[in-house]
Every structure is written in structure tokens, then in C-alpha cells.
């Protein structure tokens, strides 16, 4: 048996067809969907496959253009718009059945040297001292569709355990528009700073949106809401490990005619900032 983890580092090891061309497999997290944090990552995938492997990213941009289609598989052109003495840009397209429903721009640089500042890690509690996601959810669970229910505690390839207290998924309470989530991957993985890039970026979609949510007093799993990302972006700072503790805090700024923009910023559990993340999604009600 292998793990959750094990199993999604699988998923992002993407077949390569053709000298810049990948195909990598869907999976479906239980939502009948695919989740944009999988696209996101098997495209970063790509692009590191057509890079020297001591240029590591530092800069990630995508946009979500369609909805992807759990039963086929996702083919990835990769263009190599640019290699120069400490960079290289790459731009990938991922389809489904010949559509585009997914772009992304990435961009790769030489270790170097240089001056350095950060922001403080906000206060936060030891991990270990707040509960998971799913033992925080464990009070709510017998008022929930057995289906929901299953999925909201299935197992999952990283631990997460949100800081601020959480509310029934059915019945959010209003809360101000920020978000503190620990995160870990369960289980030990290689020392390949390319795949713990890519399953940050993976992990880096979850509770994103859902924070601009929060003032409002609805989730996704709101019927009444049609709620899906349009793009999400992330800046590396430095080398990040997905099988250690990593603080994502998140923020909303600002939401309006139907899109909410959150902002994060993600600190390793010794304080480095190792990673600053955007995403704006479609946050409205259905007409």
C-alpha cells in the first residue's frame, strides 16, 4: 500500500511524449472535479522537465481558462521562450480533448547571492499544538451528508491544521477575511528540490479562495455560490521542503463584482519566508 503522498508524487512524475511535450493523469480528490492545485503543479512539472536542474524556480503564474475533465488525460506543450546566463523562462499550455484549460508562465534561476530582508512570521502556535483539519471538522460531522462527510475526513496526502477555529462547513460563521493553515506532506519524500517546489504550489490552492469567503458567510459548498479560481500565482524565495512544517497565512484584501483576491505569505516552521502566493477567483452567486 502506498500513502496519499506517495501517490501524488506519482501523479506529478509526468510521462514525456515528446522532446517538450508531458502527459500526466488526472485524479479526482473526491469533488468529482479536478483541482486547480494538481493542474497548476503537473505544468510546473513540465517546465522544470526543460530546464538544467540547478536552475530552480523562483516565480510561477497561471490562469485557470476551463474546467478539466476528470476522465482524460492532460497533455503539456511546454515553449522554451528564453534560456540566459542565470535564467530561463518557460511558458506551458495544458489541453483536454484539443482545449486550452490552462496556461502557465514560469521562470528559473541560478542559486546566487545578494542582499536580504523579510517580513516577521506572524505569531502562530506550535503545530502539534492545533488539531488537524479533520479532528477539527469531527464536532460537525454527524450533521453532514454521509457523502460530504466522507469526503471532508478522507485521508489526505498533506496534514493540515488550520490555526483559527473552524466553522460548520454548512453553516460558516462570519469571520474577517484571514486564514493561518500549518501544512505538511504525511510521509518522507526524496531530496528533489523540484518535486517539494511542485507539491508547495499543490498545496499552496488549498483554503485560498475560500478565505475571501469568509466576511460573507459562505463556502463552496454553498449551492446557491459558483466559485472557481481564475488564476494563482507563486514566488519562491528559497529552497522549501513539502515534508516539513510550513505556515501558509492568508489574507483578503479586497473582493468585488463577483472575484475575491487573497494574498499569502509562507513561512518554514524556523521563520523564513520561503514563498509569497496570490490567487483572484470567481466568488459569486448563481443568477
Not at 13 to 31: K, N, V
Not at 101 to 119: K, P, T
Request: hydrophobic share 40%.
Amino acid at each position: 500500500m502506498i500513502s496519499e503522498l506517495e501517490e501524488l508524487v506519482g501523479f506529478l512524475d509526468l510521462e514525456r511524449i515528446d522532446e517538450d511535450i508531458f502527459r500526466g493523469q488526472p485524479h479526482d480528490p473526491g469533488w468529482g472535479q479536478l483541482f486547480g492545485g494538481h493542474v497548476f503543479a503537473q505544468a510546473l512539472r513540465a517546465a522544470q522537465g526543460t530546464v538544467a536542474p540547478e536552475r530552480h524556480v523562483h516565480s510561477v503564474h497561471g490562469y485557470f481558462l476551463l474546467l478539466g475533465d476528470i476522465s482524460v488525460p492532460l497533455v503539456y506543450q511546454v515553449f522554451r521562450t528564453r534560456d540566459g546566463g542565470t535564467f530561463s523562462t518557460r511558458s506551458v499550455v495544458a489541453r483536454q480533448k484539443g482545449r486550452t484549460i490552462f496556461q502557465l508562465s514560469a521562470s528559473f534561476q541560478v542559486e546566487e547571492g545578494g542582499f536580504e530582508h523579510q517580513d516577521e512570521m506572524p505569531q502562530a502556535p506550535p503545530p502539534e499544538s492545533v488539531p488537524t483539519e479533520e479532528e477539527a471538522l469531527t464536532p460537525f460531522a454527524s450533521s453532514l451528508p454521509k457523502g460530504l462527510r466522507e469526503r471532508l475526513l478522507a485521508p489526505r496526502a498533506f496534514e493540515l491544521r488550520p490555526v483559527q477555529p473552524t466553522s460548520d462547513p454548512l453553516a460558516p460563521a462570519i469571520r474577517p477575511p484571514v486564514r493561518d493553515v500549518w501544512m505538511r506532506g504525511r510521509g518522507k519524500l526524496r531530496d528533489d528540490p523540484s518535486i517539494h517546489a511542485a507539491l508547495v504550489a499543490y498545496v499552496s490552492d488549498y483554503f485560498f479562495l475560500g478565505t475571501a469567503m469568509q466576511p460573507h458567510g459562505v463556502t463552496w459548498l454553498d449551492r446557491t455560490m459558483q466559485v472557481a479560481s481564475l488564476d494563482h500565482s507563486i514566488w519562491f524565495h528559497d529552497r522549501v521542503r513539502a515534508d516539513e512544517w510550513l505556515l501558509h497565512s492568508m489574507e483578503s484584501p479586497r473582493a468585488a463584482h463577483g472575484r475575491g483576491l487573497v494574498r499569502g505569505q509562507i513561512f518554514s516552521a524556523d521563520g523564513r519566508l520561503v514563498a509569497s502566493t496570490a490567487q483572484e477567483g470567481l466568488m459569486r452567486r448563481r443568477s
